[in-house]
């Protein structure tokens, strides 16, 4: 048995062990049944469950989230409109974002199929000091569409502000499969 400041007590009968548990007022919990004899531990597990799920939270906040926007383009697109859709997928790349580039095409437009690779492809090659190409231009159905990731020194510099501080290793006790509720 370990007390409720890690110091280890001995073995104990269970009736005990439980009596130290509610005069301290705190719950017995056993850490180890598997091994002989059974290792138990007076902790508050409330306290214990409470902390727990709030390091998660906290590992959670740190977290980057990947996001696809996805630009849709035309096959007959002015470029006017094409300078400002690119616009649009360099500020996602900067942001950290992947972009899903897409060309849609409606009845005889599915002839001219090579414009929209012409287009994406022009696409990449403008935005190529931005991003890397995850997926080449491919056609699926009647919408031709390729994704683009931002590279990674730009990732890095986006997430960099967001790490959280080296934390010293705390003493945590394992995680408790029963516990007895004083």
């Known amino acids: 048995m370990i007390d409720d400041e890690g ?14 548990a509610r005069e301290r007022n705190l719950d017995l919990v056993e850490i180890s049944p598997t091994a002989q004899p059974p290792v138990c531990r007076i902790m508050d597990y409330g306290k214990y469950l409470y902390q727990q799920e709030k390091k998660e939270r906290e590992a ?17 697109v002015d470029d006017h ?4 859709k690119k616009n649009h997928v360099l500020r996602f790349l900067e942001e950290g974002d992947k972009v899903k580039a897409t060309i849609f095409f409606r009845g005889r437009e599915m002839t001219r199929t090579g414009l929209g690779r012409e287009i ?23 919408t031709l569409h390729a994704i683009l990731a931002p590279k ?12 959280p501080k080296p934390q010293q290793p705390a003493q945590q006790p ?7 509720q004083a």
Do not use: C, W
Not at 174 to 180: M, Q
């Open 7 to 20: 110091n280890q007590i001995g073995i104990l009968p269970p009736y005990e062990a439980l009596k130290m």
């Open 60 to 76: 959670k906040k740190h977290q980057k989230v990947i996001v696809v926007k996805e630009v849709k383009f035309r096959i007959n």
């Open 81 to 84: 409109d094409y300078e400002t």
């Open 120 to 142: 994406l492809e022009r696409l990449i090659k403008d935005v190529e000091e931005k991003g890397l190409v995850e997926f080449r231009p491919r056609q699926e159905g009647n």
């Open 152 to 163: 990674k020194a730009e990732a890095h510099k986006q997430s960099k502000p967001a790490q």
């Open 174 to 180: 394992p995680p408790a499969p029963r516990a007895n």
